[in-house]
């Protein structure tokens, strides 16, 4: 299955991703919940500002090409929900799914942050797992990911997933910073945090709302 994925397209499949792996119980997401996972600030590069119509016109685009799909209201919910189905559609396994959510929703990594930013989605043992899993990714007939060599002064390859199409690797190697950002793993887990504190306030609005106690 050959995809070339719009930017829209891939933020809000990255943010399904996201928070179907890491914050389960709030999943599916409302199109509100929706709206708001893919214009984080926190874990997020680039930082976008998408409209709400934006992001269900590229929901039904998903919808039509087997990638997402709607969840009725249904044991007493009132609003429409939406999942990702690219797992299914590409045969992906949990760990495979975990490391394109993270290069969908932050561009290029290196190993050491795919295992890092990947810590609550998936279990890798080490570095050489998450080797492994994304060379299985490139060795598809159809390629997922794509290794960009270290350039001088770099200290680590890096990979980029293949779902938008082809990609100009020489141009993503040129414009890497001399020296890689150190991790900051600290911060990450504070604006977790934060986000996963705001999902709960969502559902619980939405919950009121089920239960007939508006304002």
């Known amino acids: 299955?050959?995809?070339?994925?719009?930017?829209?397209?891939l933020r809000i499949i990255g943010s399904l991703i996201e928070k179907e792996l890491t914050t389960p119980?709030?999943?599916?997401?409302?199109?509100n919940a929706l709206v708001l996972a893919c214009?984080?600030?926190?874990?997020?590069?680039?930082v976008v500002t998408y409209e709400e119509r934006a992001v269900e016109n590229a929901l039904m685009g998903l919808k039509d090409k087997g990638l997402a799909r709607v969840v009725h209201p249904s044991h007493g919910r009132s609003a429409t929900r939406f999942r990702q189905v690219l797992h299914e559609?590409?045969?992906?396994?949990?760990?495979?799914?975990?490391?394109?959510?993270?290069?969908?929703?932050?561009?290029?990594?290196?190993?050491?942050e795919?295992?890092?930013r990947t810590d609550r989605a998936a279990e890798f043992a080490d570095l050489d797992a998450v080797a492994g899993t994304l060379d299985g990714l490139a060795s598809r007939e159809e390629p997922l990911?794509?290794?960009?060599?270290?350039?001088?002064?770099?200290?680590?390859?890096?990979?980029?997933h293949l779902l938008g199409g082809?990609?100009?690797?020489?141009?993503?190697?040129?414009?890497?910073?001399?020296?890689a950002p150190r991790a900051a793993p600290r911060s990450d887990?504070?604006?977790?945090?934060?986000?996963?504190?705001?999902?709960?306030?969502?559902?619980?609005?939405?919950l009121r709302r089920e239960l007939g106690f508006e304002g």
């Open 189 to 206: 887990e504070v604006a977790d945090l934060r986000e996963q504190v705001q999902a709960l306030r969502r559902d619980l609005d939405d």
């Open 89 to 112: 559609a590409l045969y992906l396994e949990r760990e495979e799914l975990a490391v394109l959510g993270v290069m969908m929703l932050r561009g290029p990594q290196t190993l050491n």
């Open 1 to 9: 299955m050959t995809l070339a994925l719009g930017d829209e397209e």
């Open 166 to 179: 082809e990609v100009d690797v020489d141009a993503i190697a040129a414009s890497a910073p001399a020296t």
């Open 25 to 31: 119980q709030q999943y599916p997401l409302t199109l």
């Open 39 to 46: 214009n984080q600030t926190s874990n997020r590069n680039p």
């Open 114 to 116: 795919l295992k890092t």
């Open 145 to 160: 990911v794509v290794r960009i060599p270290r350039q001088p002064g770099q200290r680590e390859d890096r990979y980029a």
